[in-house]
């Protein structure tokens, strides 16, 4: 073989190593950019969520709920239809309702039987838990800054606040250490007063 040759195998060995390379990269890169678009989408899920449970009165209905029944309320009092897919995604992580999750699923579901019994599988976002100061009543001074609403997501949480912002919390600021919290075996959301009962 010439040189002229092996140089010029080397050089297609060369090429083909660096696109092969080249390639790994940029599915990295699109799995990364996959995963910024679906954390921006829950946290405009959350935002609205947020803002549904800020009108009128539903802070002072929610006073006795605590979980994932707060979220519930807004089935409860109308602000959310099930019935309406786009309204039904919102209650869970990424829009991926579960199979066997429909209209009528939410058929029991009254701010009466919020207050006794718990609908577990009908949301993924979590609320406050039940020692959280909104769920025994909010006064205008808790309104400003709780954590109200989160759901957890590959990097950590992104959390709904009171006052309207909505933040990603990944599990480096949450502290996390193969989801516990603090090492004492914890999720990373009961520090932030919320529950996913």
């Known amino acids: 073989m010439t040189a002229t040759r092996r140089r010029a195998l080397m050089l297609t060995a060369a090429l083909v190593v660096t696109g092969i390379l080249g390639l790994g990269a940029l599915s990295k890169l699109m799995d990364h950019a996959a995963e910024i678009g679906e954390e921006s989408r829950q946290g405009d899920n959350l935002r609205l969520l947020v803002a549904l449970l800020n009108a009128g009165d539903d802070l002072q209905e929610i006073k006795g709920l605590y979980g994932k029944n707060v979220v519930l309320s807004l089935v409860a009092n109308g602000r959310l239809d099930p019935a309406n897919p786009r309204e039904l995604a919102l209650l869970f992580r990424c829009g991926a309702v579960p199979a066997g999750i429909d209209a ?94």
């Open 104 to 197: 009528s699923s939410y058929a029991e579901v009254t701010l009466e039987s919020l207050r006794t019994r718990r609908f577990p599988r009908l949301t993924d976002i979590m609320g406050p838990d039940r020692d959280s100061p909104l769920s025994r009543g909010v006064t205008p001074e808790l309104q400003v800054g709780r954590a109200l609403l989160a759901v957890e997501i590959t990097r950590g949480l992104i959390v709904g606040f009171t006052a309207g912002d909505v933040r990603l919390m990944s599990t480096e600021v949450l502290r996390l250490d193969d989801g516990a919290a603090s090492g004492d075996g914890a999720p990373a959301w009961r520090t932030l007063g919320l529950s996913d009962e």
